[in-house]
């Protein structure tokens, strides 16, 4: 007996040495193994993908099993399929060495993303489709598998798949901009405004709130162009301006900034606005073709500059812009850019021809042309001659006059030649000076010298500059009088009540003047709190006398924001005391747009009914098939922003939400007549009772290749179908006909 307990030990015995030494073996095998993969990174760390694929090949061969190498080996083929995305054989590489890895380890939620993304990379949206399908089951709470496939589906312009896959990301996760930026792009093509901006809006709060700065830039210039579409040019402007800020290296809100501005009329800003972007004809390199902007940013920059410079009547770098747009394709009327060769050489100083053609097109007024061919007093600093009529007599030395002329000095002398850029005066025989545009009067906009200074009238004038070099004596009729705007700001201060003269009225306001050189701005948001005004013409006369209260004084920067409405209580105030979220109203019907109902509730406070909150049910193309303006309608408050002005109502909110009872009575499998009411790319929607529809999707439907929708059902006809299921929280009914028999 004691020989067999001895005999039993001694086998356990060499059994433990034997499973030790054997774990041994395979610790030894695998520290070998990550030894030499370690030694094969610490090698081809710097080397190019294309060798590196080639030694990770070699180590894969020898060790099938490891998924490491083969993750990098296929992580090397996607960096070469992006870089060479005409290559196929990169891409196909990546997802046979992905495929491998998964059937090796085929619960790996990284790989079959990675996979899913390379198969939409290969127009492959099929498997795409069941990987990520897979992927949302594996990972139910993972709301990035869910924007995924919303993206893909938008990009695919599947519609309401991608919606409802990005409503889904969004419960899961509301705090992700990825999802609710897709759902903003999804109710723009939809032309669903309202949602549209909401979406972008949320979008761009959780963008910043991660601080992914240029997703949230992408998401403010898509409400710039929102904005700007919807005419509220304003909010345009302030997202276009935004977005600079966050990504200046973007070019398409400088784009944006410079349209809204040229629909408000505000062309100093679109000039700095452009001449400070990545867009500036100055600082583009023309050699470089691989550097250029897009060739339409390009038109469209060259245009609007030369817009802007046109209306500001500086007409040499007016053409020179619009020489550009035109060198790129822009067209323009025939004999236009003649027409501004002839002002601009006008304004450099040089003779300017009289084309008859311009004349008899009518694009060439006679008034444009200087009386007797006489040349035009040249800009300081544009570096070109001098016209005859500026030039010195040769009998008077430059030292005599620099004796005599000198800065701040005054001197009397008579009007030479009065022209739109100034006005000539002769001191003496054989000196002259200019008095420019900008130095004959503190008021802003004196353009016209001609209407108040005449040939031979004497004036009485400063000398501001002695310019050697030019020959030239620059004079200043304004500084004989103090610049009215110091002391501005201990003049007026903001919440003064004050009345002025209208001098201009322009699309975004109208210039007041205060006093003589001080003029104050109201622009067209500040004249009403209750009446939108289209055009401040609709307010003001040149002329005209008006009250206003001063907003602000910046004296340094010669400007007054003034108001008109704040002449008046604001009617906002108190608004949140008045509403309050669940409070019944009524009020009048003002307007119906693409996203909405607004709703005067009382003057000058209205509120909006967005289309998604004016039905249960109902599915409305637009608004204006059930209200019109004018019409009274009854609305539940649903929030009040005072900050913002913002009140949203809701009709549907009026009675209890169906979709409880409809859920019970549409129970899946029940089968249900209906009329067809619309034919769409992504289904037939069917009427199942009086605004209430379902929808039978293309993919519900036995279609043959060659076979749309349209061609075996008609709007109108009635079809049977059978509930699949009922989507309460999303407010779908999905259908079939499967197993239907008509």
Not at 482 to 491: E, I, N, S, T, Y
Request: hydrophobic letters at 40%.
């Amino acid at each position: 007996m004691k020989n067999f307990y001895r005999i039993a030990v001694r086998a356990a015995a060499a059994v433990l040495t034997l499973v030790t030494f054997t774990a041994l073996l395979v610790l030894v095998a695998l520290s070998f193994k990550q030894t030499q993969y370690l030694l094969l990174r610490i090698g081809n760390k710097n080397k190019p993908a294309q060798i590196k694929i080639e030694t990770y090949k070699k180590f894969v061969e020898g060790h099938p099993w490891y998924l490491l190498p083969r993750m990098k080996l296929a992580g090397f083929y996607s960096e070469l399929s992006s870089e060479n995305p005409e290559k196929t054989e990169y891409l196909n590489s990546a997802i046979e060495q992905y495929r491998i890895i998964l059937k090796l380890d085929p619960k790996n939620n990284d790989v079959l993303s990675r996979l899913g993304d390379l198969y939409s990379e290969k127009k492959d949206f099929d498997k795409f489709d069941i990987l990520y399908r897979k992927l949302t089951r594996l990972a139910p709470e993972n709301a990035v598998y869910h924007a995924r496939l919303a993206s893909i589906y938008y990009s695919r312009n599947m519609l309401d798949k991608a919606l409802e896959e990005a409503e889904t990301a969004i419960a899961k996760n509301a705090e992700d901009g990825n999802p609710h930026m897709i759902m903003g792009g999804i109710h723009e093509k939809k032309g669903e405004t309202a949602e549209a901006l909401a979406a972008y809006e949320a979008a761009a709060r959780n963008f910043k709130k991660n601080k992914k700065t240029l997703l949230e830039a992408k998401c403010r210039h898509r409400l710039g162009v929102l904005y700007l579409k919807t005419g509220l040019l304003f909010d345009a402007m302030q997202q276009f301006e935004t977005t600079i800020e966050i990504r200046p290296a973007l070019i398409e809100p400088y784009l944006g900034l410079a349209t809204t501005c040229a629909l408000l009329g505000l062309n100093d800003k679109i000039i700095s606005t452009l001449t400070g972007s990545p867009l500036n004809p100055e600082s583009i390199d023309f050699l470089r073709p691989g550097t250029l902007p897009p060739r339409a940013y390009l038109m469209q920059t060259f245009d609007l500059l030369g817009n802007a410079y046109l209306a500001k009547k500086d007409y040499i770098n007016a053409l020179r812009n619009f020489r550009g747009a035109k060198t790129l394709g822009v067209r323009y009327k025939t004999g236009f850019i003649d027409y501004l060769e002839n002002i601009a050489r006008a304004q450099k100083g040089q003779r300017r021809t009289q084309p008859r053609a311009l004349l008899q097109e009518g694009l060439l007024s006679p008034q444009d042309i200087p009386a007797g061919g006489e040349t035009v007093p040249l800009e300081i600093g544009t570096g070109m001659d001098i016209p005859p009529e500026l030039k010195q007599g040769i009998d008077v030395p430059w030292e005599e006059i620099e004796k005599k002329y000198a800065e701040g000095s005054l001197v009397t002398g008579k009007v030479v030649n009065a022209t739109p850029y100034g006005v000539v005066v002769e001191m003496e025989k054989g000196v002259r000076g200019i008095v420019r545009t900008s130095d004959l009067s503190w008021a802003r906009g004196y353009i016209l010298p001609d209407e108040k200074l005449s040939p031979g009238e004497t004036v009485k004038s400063m000398v501001l500059d002695l310019n050697k070099d030019k020959g030239e004596i620059a004079l200043g009729i304004k500084q004989l009088t103090p610049d009215p705007w110091k002391g501005a700001a201990v003049r007026y201060h903001a919440g003064d009540r004050v009345k002025g003269t209208v001098t201009d009225v322009s699309d975004y306001g109208a210039l007041i003047e205060l006093e003589e050189g001080v003029e104050g701005l109201v622009t067209v948001s500040d004249l009403s709190w209750t009446k939108r005004v289209r055009h401040p013409s609709e307010v003001f006369k040149p002329g005209g006398e008006i009250a206003a209260v001063i907003l602000n004084v910046d004296e340094q920067g010669r400007k007054i924001a003034l108001g008109i409405k704040q002449l008046t209580p604001d009617p906002w105030k108190g608004a949140a005391v008045r509403y309050h979220a669940g409070d019944r109203v009524k009020g009048t019907i003002t307007a119906t747009t693409d996203h909405g109902v607004f709703v005067k509730l009382e003057p000058g406070v209205e509120g909006l009914v967005t289309i998604s909150d004016l039905s249960w049910t109902k599915r409305l193309g637009h608004p204006s098939e059930v209200f019109d303006p004018g019409g009274e309608i009854a609305a539940v408050v649903l929030n009040v922003d005072n900050r913002n002005r913002r009140l949203r109502l809701g009709v549907k909110q009026l009675s209890p939400n169906p979709w409880h009872e409809i859920s019970g009575k549409y129970a899946p499998g029940t089968v249900w007549d209906g009329a067809i009411t619309n034919i769409t790319d992504s289904g037939i929607y069917v009427e199942l009772e009086k605004d209430l529809e379902g929808l039978l999707p293309v993919s519900r439907i036995d279609l043959a290749p060659s076979e749309r929708a349209e061609d075996l059902f008609k709007t109108g006809e009635t079809i049977k179908v059978k509930v699949i299921d009922v989507n309460a929280a999303q407010k779908r009914i999905n259908l079939t006909r499967e197993g239907v028999e008509d």
